[in-house]
């Protein structure tokens, strides 16, 4: 099994937490809240689609490095939400 780093994200609409892995770096399966984020991480996640598992919502990981927060994609207006 291979070996990554989590983020920790939280839907802006139900809480529900929202997990993405990364691959750079040293990877020794560390979790970091979104608003503590190594660079290199930042940088790996930056601009993927993730989508919450509660609500189904889509959302894209944006932000400067260091570091990132959750913003909702034009895909939530596609699919009809508010």
Avoid: W
């Avoid at 983020?7 to 040293?26: A, D, H, L, M, R």
């Avoid at 598992?53 to 207006?77: H, M, N, W, Y």
């Amino acid at each position: 099994m291979g070996m990554f780093d989590s983020v920790i994200f939280f839907c802006p609409y139900c809480n529900e937490e929202i997990t993405e892995q990364s691959k750079v770096g040293i990877c020794e399966l560390k979790e970091y809240h979104q608003a503590s984020v190594p660079a290199n991480i930042a940088l790996d996640l930056k601009d993927t689609t993730i989508s919450c598992p509660k609500c189904d919502i889509p959302f894209l990981i944006a932000g400067e490095v260091p570091r990132i927060s959750l913003r909702l994609t034009d895909k939530k207006q596609e699919n009809g939400y508010d």
